[in-house]
Protein backbone atom coordinates (compact mmCIF):
# COMPACT_ATOMS: atom_id res chain seq x y z
CA UNK A 1 0.00 0.00 0.00
CA UNK A 2 1.05 3.50 -0.51
CA UNK A 3 1.41 5.97 2.65
CA UNK A 4 -1.66 7.40 3.65
CA UNK A 5 -3.01 8.77 7.29
CA UNK A 6 -6.16 7.77 8.84
CA UNK A 7 -8.95 9.94 10.64
CA UNK A 8 -11.59 9.17 12.65
CA UNK A 9 -14.28 11.65 12.91
CA UNK A 10 -17.62 11.15 15.34
CA UNK A 11 -19.70 13.07 13.35
CA UNK A 12 -21.24 13.34 9.60
CA UNK A 13 -20.28 17.12 9.69
CA UNK A 14 -16.90 16.04 10.50
CA UNK A 15 -16.56 13.34 7.88
CA UNK A 16 -17.76 15.68 5.13
CA UNK A 17 -15.34 18.83 6.37
CA UNK A 18 -12.04 16.23 6.60
CA UNK A 19 -13.34 14.66 3.07
CA UNK A 20 -13.08 18.64 1.38
CA UNK A 21 -8.58 18.07 1.69
CA UNK A 22 -7.04 16.67 -1.63
CA UNK A 23 -6.91 13.14 -2.65
CA UNK A 24 -9.07 12.16 0.78
CA UNK A 25 -11.14 9.25 0.24
CA UNK A 26 -14.22 7.60 2.86
CA UNK A 27 -13.23 4.53 4.32
CA UNK A 28 -16.28 2.75 5.16
CA UNK A 29 -16.08 -1.31 6.31
CA UNK A 30 -12.98 -1.57 3.93
CA UNK A 31 -13.59 -5.25 2.29
CA UNK A 32 -13.08 -3.52 -1.08
CA UNK A 33 -11.32 -0.92 -0.96
CA UNK A 34 -8.22 -2.17 1.42
CA UNK A 35 -7.87 -4.92 -1.29
CA UNK A 36 -7.90 -2.33 -3.63
CA UNK A 37 -5.32 -0.39 -1.90
CA UNK A 38 -3.06 -3.34 -1.47
CA UNK A 39 -3.09 -3.88 -4.97
CA UNK A 40 -2.06 0.03 -5.40
CA UNK A 41 -5.26 0.46 -7.39
CA UNK A 42 -5.91 3.51 -5.20
CA UNK A 43 -3.42 6.01 -4.05
CA UNK A 44 -5.97 8.87 -1.62
CA UNK A 45 -3.26 10.67 0.79
CA UNK A 46 -6.01 10.48 3.68
CA UNK A 47 -8.94 7.71 4.49
CA UNK A 48 -11.53 9.24 6.36
CA UNK A 49 -13.36 6.48 8.57
CA UNK A 50 -16.88 6.43 9.07
CA UNK A 51 -17.21 3.54 11.51
CA UNK A 52 -17.10 5.75 14.47
CA UNK A 53 -19.84 8.24 13.52
CA UNK A 54 -22.86 6.54 15.96
CA UNK A 55 -25.38 8.91 13.80
CA UNK A 56 -24.88 6.28 10.64
CA UNK A 57 -25.25 2.90 12.68
CA UNK A 58 -28.30 0.78 12.85
CA UNK A 59 -32.01 0.38 11.98
CA UNK A 60 -34.96 2.54 12.45
CA UNK A 61 -38.44 2.13 11.94
CA UNK A 62 -40.00 5.69 10.38
CA UNK A 63 -43.46 5.18 9.59
CA UNK A 64 -43.22 1.94 8.21
CA UNK A 65 -40.08 2.66 6.20
CA UNK A 66 -36.99 1.08 7.52
CA UNK A 67 -33.85 3.54 7.63
CA UNK A 68 -30.38 1.81 7.74
CA UNK A 69 -27.71 3.95 8.69
CA UNK A 70 -24.95 3.74 6.35
CA UNK A 71 -22.56 2.77 8.17
CA UNK A 72 -24.62 -0.15 10.09
CA UNK A 73 -22.73 -3.79 8.84
CA UNK A 74 -24.14 -6.52 6.62
CA UNK A 75 -24.58 -8.78 10.21
CA UNK A 76 -26.45 -5.88 11.67
CA UNK A 77 -29.07 -6.11 8.78
CA UNK A 78 -28.82 -9.83 7.99
CA UNK A 79 -30.23 -10.19 12.04
CA UNK A 80 -32.61 -7.37 12.49
CA UNK A 81 -34.32 -6.58 9.09
CA UNK A 82 -36.16 -10.06 9.11
CA UNK A 83 -39.10 -8.57 10.78
CA UNK A 84 -40.68 -6.21 7.88
CA UNK A 85 -37.85 -7.10 5.53
CA UNK A 86 -37.33 -10.94 4.84
CA UNK A 87 -35.36 -10.36 1.47
CA UNK A 88 -33.42 -7.79 2.53
CA UNK A 89 -32.10 -9.31 5.36
CA UNK A 90 -31.56 -12.67 3.51
CA UNK A 91 -29.45 -10.41 0.82
CA UNK A 92 -27.45 -9.30 3.88
CA UNK A 93 -26.88 -12.47 5.43
CA UNK A 94 -25.21 -14.07 2.22
CA UNK A 95 -23.20 -11.24 1.77
CA UNK A 96 -19.33 -12.62 1.83
CA UNK A 97 -18.71 -14.53 4.92
CA UNK A 98 -19.49 -14.09 8.72
CA UNK A 99 -15.93 -11.94 9.11
CA UNK A 100 -16.76 -9.86 6.14
CA UNK A 101 -20.31 -9.09 7.09
CA UNK A 102 -19.26 -7.82 10.52
CA UNK A 103 -17.62 -5.34 8.76
CA UNK A 104 -18.98 -4.42 5.50
CA UNK A 105 -21.42 -2.02 5.45
CA UNK A 106 -24.61 -1.08 3.25
CA UNK A 107 -23.53 2.26 2.29
CA UNK A 108 -20.27 1.12 1.57
CA UNK A 109 -21.72 -1.56 -0.91
CA UNK A 110 -24.21 1.01 -2.47
CA UNK A 111 -21.32 3.70 -2.74
CA UNK A 112 -19.34 1.52 -5.09
CA UNK A 113 -21.67 -0.36 -6.71
CA UNK A 114 -19.65 -3.49 -7.85
CA UNK A 115 -21.98 -4.52 -10.69
CA UNK A 116 -21.96 -8.10 -8.65
CA UNK A 117 -22.63 -6.60 -5.40
CA UNK A 118 -25.87 -7.32 -3.79
CA UNK A 119 -27.05 -4.77 -2.16
CA UNK A 120 -27.74 -2.18 -5.37
CA UNK A 121 -30.08 -4.90 -6.45
CA UNK A 122 -32.01 -4.39 -2.61
CA UNK A 123 -32.20 -0.76 -3.24
CA UNK A 124 -33.32 -0.82 -7.07
CA UNK A 125 -35.83 -3.02 -6.39
CA UNK A 126 -37.43 -2.18 -3.25
CA UNK A 127 -37.50 1.95 -4.90
CA UNK A 128 -35.30 2.94 -2.12
CA UNK A 129 -33.99 5.87 -1.11
CA UNK A 130 -30.52 7.11 -0.73
CA UNK A 131 -29.97 9.72 2.25
CA UNK A 132 -26.45 11.57 1.43
CA UNK A 133 -25.07 14.33 3.77
CA UNK A 134 -26.34 16.57 1.69
CA UNK A 135 -29.46 15.36 -0.39
CA UNK A 136 -31.91 12.33 -0.74
CA UNK A 137 -32.05 10.74 -3.85
CA UNK A 138 -34.27 7.65 -5.24
CA UNK A 139 -32.52 4.22 -6.27
CA UNK A 140 -33.36 4.96 -9.99
CA UNK A 141 -31.63 7.94 -10.13
CA UNK A 142 -28.64 7.02 -7.99
CA UNK A 143 -26.98 3.89 -9.92
CA UNK A 144 -25.57 5.27 -12.74
CA UNK A 145 -23.50 2.68 -14.42
CA UNK A 146 -20.61 0.10 -13.31
CA UNK A 147 -18.73 1.27 -10.31
CA UNK A 148 -20.68 4.60 -10.98
CA UNK A 149 -23.42 6.74 -8.40
CA UNK A 150 -24.72 9.90 -8.42
CA UNK A 151 -22.67 10.93 -5.21
CA UNK A 152 -20.85 14.22 -6.24
CA UNK A 153 -16.88 14.23 -5.17
CA UNK A 154 -16.88 13.80 -1.57
CA UNK A 155 -20.36 13.10 -0.70
CA UNK A 156 -21.29 9.88 1.67
CA UNK A 157 -24.16 7.85 1.85
CA UNK A 158 -25.39 8.34 5.64
CA UNK A 159 -28.68 6.28 5.00
CA UNK A 160 -30.85 4.25 3.25
CA UNK A 161 -34.72 3.96 3.58
CA UNK A 162 -36.37 0.95 2.22
CA UNK A 163 -40.12 1.02 2.03
CA UNK A 164 -41.86 -2.12 3.20
CA UNK A 165 -42.91 -4.42 0.38
CA UNK A 166 -45.80 -6.84 0.52
CA UNK A 167 -43.61 -9.95 -0.24
CA UNK A 168 -39.83 -9.94 -1.19
CA UNK A 169 -36.90 -12.17 -1.85
CA UNK A 170 -33.49 -12.20 -3.46
CA UNK A 171 -31.51 -14.89 -5.23
CA UNK A 172 -28.14 -15.68 -5.65
CA UNK A 173 -26.82 -17.35 -8.59
CA UNK A 174 -22.87 -17.54 -7.19
CA UNK A 175 -19.99 -17.91 -9.15
CA UNK A 176 -18.44 -20.56 -7.07
CA UNK A 177 -15.33 -19.30 -6.48
CA UNK A 178 -15.56 -15.46 -4.98
CA UNK A 179 -19.48 -16.18 -4.21
CA UNK A 180 -20.26 -13.15 -5.77
CA UNK A 181 -23.65 -12.68 -7.89
CA UNK A 182 -23.18 -14.29 -11.58
CA UNK A 183 -26.50 -12.96 -11.20
CA UNK A 184 -28.54 -11.78 -8.43
CA UNK A 185 -32.41 -11.31 -8.89
CA UNK A 186 -34.13 -8.93 -6.36
CA UNK A 187 -38.19 -9.29 -6.17
CA UNK A 188 -40.10 -6.70 -4.27
CA UNK A 189 -43.67 -6.44 -4.85
CA UNK A 190 -45.86 -3.23 -3.33
CA UNK A 191 -49.71 -2.45 -3.86
CA UNK A 192 -48.84 -0.28 -6.81
CA UNK A 193 -46.66 -2.87 -8.48
CA UNK A 194 -43.87 -5.08 -8.42
CA UNK A 195 -40.09 -4.33 -9.04
CA UNK A 196 -37.46 -6.72 -10.15
CA UNK A 197 -33.75 -5.76 -9.92
CA UNK A 198 -30.93 -7.35 -11.33
CA UNK A 199 -27.27 -7.34 -10.22
CA UNK A 200 -24.09 -9.32 -11.46
CA UNK A 201 -25.27 -9.55 -15.44
CA UNK A 202 -24.71 -6.20 -17.23
CA UNK A 203 -22.03 -4.58 -18.24
CA UNK A 204 -23.56 -1.16 -17.06
CA UNK A 205 -24.33 -2.62 -13.49
CA UNK A 206 -27.60 -3.17 -11.83
CA UNK A 207 -30.77 -2.31 -13.18
CA UNK A 208 -34.77 -3.34 -13.54
CA UNK A 209 -36.31 -6.24 -15.44
CA UNK A 210 -39.06 -4.12 -17.16
CA UNK A 211 -40.63 -6.10 -18.84
CA UNK A 212 -40.66 -9.25 -15.94
CA UNK A 213 -42.46 -6.19 -13.95
CA UNK A 214 -44.95 -5.52 -15.82
CA UNK A 215 -45.95 -9.70 -16.41
CA UNK A 216 -45.54 -10.05 -12.61
CA UNK A 217 -47.30 -6.81 -11.56
CA UNK A 218 -50.45 -8.45 -13.36
CA UNK A 219 -49.95 -11.72 -12.30
CA UNK A 220 -47.13 -12.56 -9.40
CA UNK A 221 -46.33 -16.10 -10.27
CA UNK A 222 -43.44 -18.05 -11.60
CA UNK A 223 -45.43 -18.79 -14.45
CA UNK A 224 -46.25 -15.20 -15.66
CA UNK A 225 -42.83 -15.04 -17.04
CA UNK A 226 -42.85 -18.32 -19.01
CA UNK A 227 -43.20 -16.33 -22.52
CA UNK A 228 -40.75 -13.67 -21.78
CA UNK A 229 -37.10 -13.95 -23.04
CA UNK A 230 -34.10 -11.57 -21.79
CA UNK A 231 -31.97 -10.43 -24.43
CA UNK A 232 -27.97 -11.10 -23.89
CA UNK A 233 -26.92 -7.20 -25.46
CA UNK A 234 -25.40 -5.72 -22.95
CA UNK A 235 -24.63 -8.75 -20.59
CA UNK A 236 -21.16 -9.46 -18.98
CA UNK A 237 -19.20 -12.22 -21.02
CA UNK A 238 -16.44 -13.85 -18.75
CA UNK A 239 -14.55 -16.95 -17.88
CA UNK A 240 -17.42 -17.99 -15.63
CA UNK A 241 -20.43 -17.22 -18.03
CA UNK A 242 -20.92 -16.04 -21.29
CA UNK A 243 -23.66 -13.13 -21.87
CA UNK A 244 -26.44 -15.77 -23.07
CA UNK A 245 -25.77 -17.46 -19.80
CA UNK A 246 -26.49 -14.74 -17.47
CA UNK A 247 -29.29 -13.53 -19.81
CA UNK A 248 -31.15 -17.16 -19.59
CA UNK A 249 -30.60 -17.13 -15.20
CA UNK A 250 -31.91 -13.43 -15.10
CA UNK A 251 -35.46 -15.42 -16.13
CA UNK A 252 -34.39 -18.49 -14.21
CA UNK A 253 -33.74 -16.23 -10.44
CA UNK A 254 -36.54 -13.90 -11.36
CA UNK A 255 -38.85 -16.94 -10.90
CA UNK A 256 -37.32 -18.39 -8.25
CA UNK A 257 -37.45 -15.47 -6.50
CA UNK A 258 -41.41 -14.82 -6.55
CA UNK A 259 -41.43 -18.49 -5.86
CA UNK A 260 -39.82 -17.94 -2.60
CA UNK A 261 -40.95 -14.60 -1.77
CA UNK A 262 -42.86 -13.88 1.29
CA UNK B 1 1.22 8.25 12.74
CA UNK B 2 -1.69 7.81 14.90
CA UNK B 3 -1.07 6.26 18.66
CA UNK B 4 -3.90 3.55 19.22
CA UNK B 5 -4.92 2.01 22.78
CA UNK B 6 -6.38 -1.64 22.59
CA UNK B 7 -7.20 -4.34 24.78
CA UNK B 8 -5.50 -7.51 23.23
CA UNK B 9 -6.19 -10.44 25.11
CA UNK B 10 -7.14 -8.69 28.65
CA UNK B 11 -4.13 -6.50 28.79
CA UNK B 12 -4.06 -2.32 27.36
CA UNK B 13 -1.82 -1.99 24.42
CA UNK B 14 -0.64 1.66 23.61
CA UNK B 15 1.72 1.94 19.96
CA UNK B 16 1.89 4.46 17.23
CA UNK B 17 0.59 3.49 14.05
CA UNK B 18 0.67 4.22 10.22
CA UNK B 19 -2.06 4.73 8.98
CA UNK B 20 -1.64 1.66 6.24
CA UNK B 21 -0.53 -0.12 9.14
CA UNK B 22 -3.21 -3.66 9.16
CA UNK B 23 -4.51 -4.81 12.11
CA UNK B 24 -2.53 -8.52 11.40
CA UNK B 25 0.97 -6.35 11.06
CA UNK B 26 0.64 -4.80 14.46
CA UNK B 27 -0.58 -7.58 16.31
CA UNK B 28 2.21 -10.02 14.63
CA UNK B 29 5.39 -7.46 14.14
CA UNK B 30 4.56 -5.39 17.31
CA UNK B 31 3.27 -7.15 19.93
CA UNK B 32 4.57 -10.30 18.42
CA UNK B 33 1.28 -12.29 18.63
CA UNK B 34 2.05 -14.56 16.12
CA UNK B 35 -0.40 -17.18 16.58
CA UNK B 36 -2.49 -15.05 14.00
CA UNK B 37 -1.52 -16.44 10.33
CA UNK B 38 -1.39 -14.42 7.12
CA UNK B 39 -2.22 -16.95 4.47
CA UNK B 40 -3.68 -15.33 1.45
CA UNK B 41 -3.08 -11.17 2.44
CA UNK B 42 -6.66 -11.09 0.49
CA UNK B 43 -8.92 -11.69 2.91
CA UNK B 44 -10.38 -14.75 1.28
CA UNK B 45 -8.41 -17.55 3.29
CA UNK B 46 -9.58 -16.52 7.23
CA UNK B 47 -5.94 -17.64 8.49
CA UNK B 48 -5.99 -14.04 10.21
CA UNK B 49 -9.13 -14.23 11.69
CA UNK B 50 -9.10 -12.81 15.52
CA UNK B 51 -12.58 -11.16 17.75
CA UNK B 52 -12.51 -6.96 17.59
CA UNK B 53 -15.18 -6.67 20.18
CA UNK B 54 -16.48 -9.94 20.42
CA UNK B 55 -16.87 -10.42 16.48
CA UNK B 56 -14.56 -12.30 13.79
CA UNK B 57 -13.25 -9.84 11.55
CA UNK B 58 -10.47 -10.50 9.17
CA UNK B 59 -7.21 -8.76 10.71
CA UNK B 60 -5.25 -8.56 6.94
CA UNK B 61 -8.64 -6.22 6.18
CA UNK B 62 -8.87 -3.93 8.94
CA UNK B 63 -6.44 -1.40 9.40
CA UNK B 64 -4.52 -0.71 13.10
CA UNK B 65 -5.96 2.64 13.56
CA UNK B 66 -9.29 1.94 13.29
CA UNK B 67 -8.99 -0.64 16.03
CA UNK B 68 -8.21 2.04 18.28
CA UNK B 69 -10.45 1.74 21.88
CA UNK B 70 -11.16 -1.32 20.81
CA UNK B 71 -11.15 -5.62 22.62
CA UNK B 72 -9.34 -7.78 20.34
CA UNK B 73 -8.98 -11.36 21.23
CA UNK B 74 -6.59 -13.81 19.13
CA UNK B 75 -5.57 -16.93 19.44
CA UNK B 76 -2.88 -16.56 22.00
CA UNK B 77 -6.39 -15.11 24.71
CA UNK B 78 -7.92 -18.74 23.57
CA UNK B 79 -6.94 -21.13 26.06
CA UNK B 80 -8.40 -21.21 29.65
CA UNK B 81 -7.12 -19.26 32.65
CA UNK B 82 -4.48 -22.00 33.60
CA UNK B 83 -3.19 -22.66 30.19
CA UNK B 84 -4.94 -25.78 29.24
CA UNK B 85 -6.79 -25.99 26.06
CA UNK B 86 -10.10 -24.36 25.60
CA UNK B 87 -13.11 -26.86 24.71
CA UNK B 88 -12.72 -25.70 21.18
CA UNK B 89 -9.16 -26.09 20.63
CA UNK B 90 -9.53 -29.38 22.94
CA UNK B 91 -11.94 -30.56 20.50
CA UNK B 92 -9.37 -29.95 17.57
CA UNK B 93 -6.89 -31.86 18.86
CA UNK B 94 -9.20 -34.78 19.39
CA UNK B 95 -10.85 -34.60 16.18
CA UNK B 96 -7.84 -34.36 14.21
CA UNK B 97 -9.27 -31.04 13.34
CA UNK B 98 -5.80 -29.95 11.82
CA UNK B 99 -2.85 -31.04 9.69
CA UNK B 100 -0.22 -28.33 9.35
CA UNK B 101 -2.00 -26.03 11.44
CA UNK B 102 -1.89 -23.07 9.24
CA UNK B 103 -5.34 -22.32 8.95
CA UNK B 104 -6.12 -23.46 12.74
CA UNK B 105 -6.11 -20.12 14.41
CA UNK B 106 -8.55 -18.70 11.97
CA UNK B 107 -10.74 -21.73 12.71
CA UNK B 108 -10.38 -21.98 16.38
CA UNK B 109 -11.48 -17.67 15.99
CA UNK B 110 -14.41 -18.50 13.72
CA UNK B 111 -15.88 -21.84 15.44
CA UNK B 112 -15.94 -19.13 18.69
CA UNK B 113 -17.89 -16.87 17.21
CA UNK B 114 -20.30 -19.53 15.53
CA UNK B 115 -20.81 -20.97 19.03
CA UNK B 116 -21.47 -17.69 20.74
CA UNK B 117 -24.12 -17.38 18.13
CA UNK B 118 -25.55 -20.37 17.50
CA UNK B 119 -24.56 -23.18 20.14
CA UNK B 120 -26.03 -26.31 18.99
CA UNK B 121 -25.62 -25.86 15.30
CA UNK B 122 -26.41 -28.73 12.84
CA UNK B 123 -23.67 -29.78 10.44
CA UNK B 124 -25.21 -27.77 7.44
CA UNK B 125 -24.68 -24.44 9.79
CA UNK B 126 -21.37 -25.24 10.85
CA UNK B 127 -19.83 -25.66 7.06
CA UNK B 128 -21.78 -22.49 5.96
CA UNK B 129 -20.37 -20.21 8.70
CA UNK B 130 -16.82 -21.76 7.61
CA UNK B 131 -17.61 -20.50 4.19
CA UNK B 132 -14.62 -17.62 4.86
CA UNK B 133 -11.64 -20.27 6.27
CA UNK B 134 -9.80 -22.40 3.52
CA UNK B 135 -7.82 -25.46 4.68
CA UNK B 136 -5.78 -27.05 2.20
CA UNK B 137 -4.91 -30.06 4.28
CA UNK B 138 -8.52 -31.54 5.87
CA UNK B 139 -10.88 -31.35 3.46
CA UNK B 140 -12.95 -29.94 6.55
CA UNK B 141 -14.68 -32.98 8.01
CA UNK B 142 -12.58 -33.30 10.90
CA UNK B 143 -13.11 -29.30 11.27
CA UNK B 144 -16.73 -29.71 11.44
CA UNK B 145 -16.55 -32.69 13.57
CA UNK B 146 -14.57 -31.34 16.08
CA UNK B 147 -16.57 -27.88 16.46
CA UNK B 148 -19.94 -29.67 16.35
CA UNK B 149 -17.74 -32.06 19.29
CA UNK B 150 -17.14 -28.64 21.39
CA UNK B 151 -20.97 -27.55 20.99
CA UNK B 152 -21.15 -30.78 22.87
CA UNK B 153 -23.29 -32.90 20.19
CA UNK B 154 -22.45 -36.54 19.39
CA UNK B 155 -20.50 -36.73 16.22
CA UNK B 156 -20.34 -40.42 15.87
CA UNK B 157 -22.31 -40.27 12.94
CA UNK B 158 -20.25 -38.08 11.44
CA UNK B 159 -18.36 -39.69 8.93
CA UNK B 160 -14.92 -38.99 8.45
CA UNK B 161 -15.00 -40.12 5.12
Known sequence: MYAFDIERPTTIADAVAALKSDEAQPLSGGQTLIPTLKSRLAAP??????SSISEMVGLSDEGGVLRIGGATKHDTVAKEA???HPGLAGLAG????????????????????????????????????????????AADDFFTGMFDTALEEGEIVTAVKFPRPEASNYQKFEQPASRFAMVGVFVAKFA??????????????????TEGEEALSANFSPDALDGLSVSAEGMITDLHGSADYRAHLVKVMTKRAVAAAR | M??????????????????????????????????????????QCGACTVHVNGESVKSCTMFAAEADGAEVTTIEGMANADGSLSVIQAAFQEHHGLQCGFCTPGMVMTAA???KENPKPSEHEVRAYLEGNICRCTGYHNIVKAIMAASGQDVSAIAAE
Open chain 1, 45 to 50: SKLVSL
Open chain 1, 82 to 84: GGS
Open chain 1, 94 to 137: KIGDPAVRHRGTIGGSIANNDPAACYPAAALAHGATIVTDRREI
Open chain 1, 192 to 209: DGVRVAVTGASEDGVFRW
Open chain 2, 2 to 43: TKVTLTINGKSVSRDVEGNTLLVSLLRDDIGLTGTHVGCDTS
Open chain 2, 113 to 115: NLL
